[in-house]
């Protein structure tokens, strides 16, 4: 399953790196796309997260999460 998560404040590479490795953290997370022009993250999931969990990963790393939807 994937998952879409607009994220606001994102503003360079090194950015993107912090996202990724916060996301990273999380066991069920297998693989993270980051999109820093579209302000998403797509994150690929070997078990269901509530999105609550995506949201204070990303936000405890500094950024705004704006909206999780399934793609
Ligand atoms: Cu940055």
């Not at 090194?14 to 916060?22: E, F, N, R, Y």
């Not at 066991?27 to 993250?41: F, H, M, Q």
């Amino acid at each position: 399953m994937k998952k879409q998560i607009n994220i606001e404040g994102m503003s360079c590479g090194h950015c993107v790196k912090h996202v990724k490795g916060a996301l990273a953290e999380l066991p069920e997370v297998v693989n993270i796309e980051v999109n820093l022009e579209g302000k998403y993250a797509i994150v690929e999931l070997n078990a269901q997260v509530a999105d609550a969990k995506l949201k204070e990963a990303i936000e405890e790393a500094g950024y705004d999460v704006t909206g999780i939807k399934e793609v």
